[in-house]
């Protein structure tokens, strides 16, 4: 068996020509601000590309660099100055930040309708109570990819390896509100292959290379695999590897390919999510009876 190949841009592609036409027929182009503190390089390349990316789909973007030396009061002031004007449609702070810098509060200070990472805690509530409104980026694109590549979720066995908060919980969240029976399993899972197997649709999400070997997968599972992992190759270079050995393309019946897979659906996603942020904006402005609440 050789599993079908389910690739990211494809994919992404539907998604964006989407998110294009929902921003098509809003009253202005919906504007993404980036925040981004310090000079590590990848986040600048991951900041330029998202930014090159939102204008390719008709997205305004702008982009706050702050230096390494910037203060916790210095980013909150800005993200305060941000919430407040109404030509921001989303404010994303590019993770990771400096050490005298408290994540939490920065994350915590984004006004919710803006927050097109999903990670404002009202969001993340929202998703548990059955009502998603901004969704983190990439469990939302892996359930636009199942859609796009017509796997059924409903009545599904989904097992999940990896319970962070910014993939495992949040995909469990939206697994579940598609009608799957949901395992999230962990670094105290006993027996994970085990519970593996048991799944019709596997999703490897906890950051160690080539954890899911073929013994753990059922055959013919769709398995979906979120590592981007930098190892060192034979050749002396560095490559990226997924959480997913490769072995497992001769077991499962579908799988995402490290790179190519969910990475390109992230992006996507983070623009989808900043034309709905703009619907929501504008729901808001034009009914104020409802503001201060999510209108869906």
Not at 90 to 109: D, K, R, S, T, Y
Not at 177 to 203: N, P
Not at 268 to 277: F, P
Request: net charge neutral.
């Amino acid at each position: 068996m050789s599993a079908r190949v389910l690739a990211g841009p494809p994919a992404a592609a539907a998604l964006l020509a989407d998110a294009a036409a929902r921003a098509g027929r809003l009253p202005t182009s919906p504007h993404l601000v980036i925040v981004c503190v310090g000079d590590d390089p990848a986040s600048r390349s991951y900041v330029r590309g998202k930014s090159r990316k939102a204008g390719e789909v008709g997205l305004r973007s702008t982009v706050h660099a702050l230096p390494e030396s910037a203060t916790q009061a210095e980013l909150l002031a800005l993200i305060d100055t941000l919430n407040r004007d109404d030509d921001v449609s989303g404010i994303l702070v590019q993770l990771p930040l400096p050490a005298q810098i408290a994540e939490a509060a920065v994350l915590h200070a984004i006004d919710p309708r803006k927050d097109v990472d999903g990670f404002h805690p009202l969001n993340v509530g929202e998703l548990w109570a059955g009502r998603p409104a901004l969704t983190p980026c990439t469990p939302a694109g892996i359930m636009y990819l199942l859609e796009h590549y017509g796997v059924a979720v409903a009545g599904a066995r989904a097992v999940i390896v990896g319970r962070s908060h910014l993939v495992g919980r949040p995909l469990a969240a939206l697994l579940l509100l598609g009608d799957a029976t949901v395992t999230v399993c962990h670094s105290r899972t006993r027996d994970l292959g085990r519970v593996t197997r048991e799944a019709e649709l596997l999703v490897a999400a906890a950051g160690s290379p080539g954890l899911v070997t073929p013994e753990m997968v059922r055959p013919g599972a769709t398995v979906i695999d979120v590592g981007i992992n930098r190892v060192l190759g034979a050749d002396g270079k560095g490559h990226l590897v997924g959480d997913v050995h490769p072995d497992v393309a001769g077991v499962a019946g579908a799988l995402t390919p490290v790179p190519g897979g969910v990475g390109p659906m992230t992006v996507a996603q983070l623009l989808a999510n900043t034309v709905r942020a703009a619907e929501l904006q504008h729901a808001t402005r034009a009914h104020p009876e409802v503001a201060g609440e999510f209108v869906r």
